[in-house]
C-alpha cells in the first residue's frame, strides 16, 4: 500500500493504436500489491483501452504488460484470468438470460474441480462440487449486497443492482488483481457511498484494484493513489488530495467540459 | 409432482411395445427416435453453446458408414498400392467404432472451427458435410458410392442361447430406448454442471466467460466431441436397423429435419428436442396412414412449422414453462425464473 509494496502489474512503454489514432502512448506504470489504485481521466483518454490490453482483449502496438513477473502480452483473456487478474466491463456485460446465482456460478468456474468425465459419469464428488461452488455464490451474492436478487433473472435486475452483479461475477474469479471499469456508472447516490465501503471490503479479502472512475467522490473515497490520463498519456500520478490539486488534471478536465461546450 | 415426470414418461415409453402391436407405427416410432436422438445432440451445440451446425448430418452419417463398414469388413487399396484390409466384427463393436469415429470427426471440427463462431460455424460445417457426401458418393471401394452398402447385419448381444438378435421391432424399439435415456442422463449432467455452465457462458456472453477464465474453445470443442458422438450413435443405430446405407444419408434435409425438431420443441431445454421430434417425427408418417396427398402431407408440415415458429418462437417447452409458472407465480414464485437446462429435471 506504501510505495515499499512490491509491484504486482507493471506497465511499460505501452501505446496502442487504432489505425491512425494514438489512443494510448508510452503508458507506464505500476499497481502495487494491496493497493486501490485509480485510473482517471476525461472521455476517450485511454482508460479502457488500457484494460483491453492489459487483459488481452487487444494487442498492445508495443510495451510490455508484467504480472508477477510473467509477461502478460500475447496471453488469451482467460488465460489472463486464469493468472488472477480479472477484469469488469464499462458497458453492463453480465450472462442476461440466467439467474444472478447462476450468473456467479459460471463466475467461480475457475474454482470448481469438476472435470467432463466424472460430469457425464455422475460421479458423487461433482454432486458435492456443486454444492461448494452454490455456498461460494451465496457468499459472494452476500459480500455485494444483492443475496435476496439471487432467483431473479440478472436482465431484470434494477441498474444499480446488475453493476454490484458484475463485481460478484468478477469476485466469483478469484482475482489478486480486480480491474473495474466505472462500476458506479449507473448506481445512485446510496448506491454510490456503499460501493466506496465495499471496495475497502474487496482490499481487506486481499485482492489489488485498478479503479477506472469519473464519479470523483467515488475515486477520492477509495483510492490510495491516483493516475490521470489525457490524451493516451499520463500527466500525474499521486495521492487523492494531490491529484485534486493538480493544474494539469484540472485544465484536462476543463478543456474536456469546454470542447463539449463548443458541441 | 414434476418431479418424477420423466421416470413417468419414460416408464409409458417402455410400455409401448407391450400395447403397441401395429408393427408399422413401431417402425415409425424407431426412426423417430432414432432423429430425436440426433435431434438431441444438436440441442447440445445449438441450445447450449449456441452455435448452429448445419452440417451436423454428417456425424450421423459417419456413425452410420463407420459402423456398417466395421461389421461388413472391406478391403482398400491406400495411395501408394498399400493394401488394407478389415475382416467383419461384431456389430457391437462396430457400433462402438461408428461412434468414436464421429466424435473423433467433432473433436476436428471444433478443432478447426476454433475462432470462428456464428456464421462461420455454419459455413464450416456445411462445407464439412459436402465434402463427407462426397468422399462417401466417389470413394467407391470403400463405400460402394451409390450402390450402397447392402445387408448390414444386425445386432447380437450375448452368448448362445442367451443371444439377443435385434431383428424384431420391439427388441429394437427398446435398443433405440436404451441409447436416447443414456444420451439424455448425458446431456443432462452435462448441461446442469461446471462445462455446460461454460457452454451456457459462451451462447450468453462470451467476452464475459472469457474474463473469468472460462476456456470457452475447450467446451466448444467437448460439446463438439460429445454431440458428434451422440448424432454417430443414431447413425449407427439407423444403418443395423435399416440394414443398407448409402451416399443420401448425408442428405441436407435431414439436418433441416434436426433443426426444426430443436427449435419448434425449444433449444436450450432438455425435453425440446423430445417435444418437437415427436410432433415432426410423427406428424409425416400421421398423415400419410391418413392417405392424405404429398403435397397436402407437406403443406400441413410447412404450416404447423411456421404456426409454432410465428406463436411460440422460444418453442414448446420454454413456452409451456412460462405458463406453468405463471400460473404458480401466486404461490412459489422461486421455482420459476430463468434455467440453464430444461424441465426434465
Ligand atoms: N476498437 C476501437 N477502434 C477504434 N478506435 C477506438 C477503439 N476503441 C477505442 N477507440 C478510440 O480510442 C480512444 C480511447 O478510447 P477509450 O475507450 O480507451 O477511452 P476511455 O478513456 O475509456 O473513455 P471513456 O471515459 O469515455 O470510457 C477514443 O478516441 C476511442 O474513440
Ligand atoms: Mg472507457
Redesign the interface.
Known sequence: MTDKSPSLLSVDQMSIRFGGLLAVSSMTFEVREGEVLSLIGPNGAGKTSAFNAITGYLQPSSGDVVYRGRKLNGLSPDAISRLGVVRSFQKTSLFGGLSAFENVLVGLHKRSTQTPLAIMLGLPRVKEDERRLEAAAREVLDFVGILPRAQEPAASLPYGEQRLLEVAIALAADPKLLLLDEPVSGMNPAEKASFVETISRIRERGITVLLVEHDMRTVMGASDRVICLNQGTIIADGTPEAIQRNKDVIKAYLGERSSHARH | MMKYFPQAFLGLLVSVPFWLTDSYMLHILITTGIFIIAAMSLNLLLGYTGQLSLGHVAFFGIGAYGSALTSLGFEITLPGGIPLGVSPKPVWFAMLVGIVAAGFTGWAIGKLAFRVRGAYFVIVSISFAEVVRLVAVNWVELTQGPMALNNIPVLRLGWGSAEVAFLRKPAFYWLVLAVGTVCY??IS??V????G??M??LR??E??????????TRYLV?ATI?SAAMAGSAGALYTHYIRIVDPDIFLFVYTVTMVIMVVTGGKGTLAGPIVGGVIFGLIPELLRTMAIKPEVQWIIYGVVMVLVVYFLPMGIVPALRNWRGGQQASSTA?AS????EGAGK
Request: no cysteine; hydrophobic share 55%.
Open positions: 442422463i448425458i449432467r452435462l446442469s454442471s461446471r462445462a455452465r461454460a451456457i457462458a450468453e456472453n467476452p464475459l466467460a472469457m474474463s473469468v477464465g472460462v476456456d470457452v467437448l460429445v422461486a425464473g430463468p434455467q440453464m
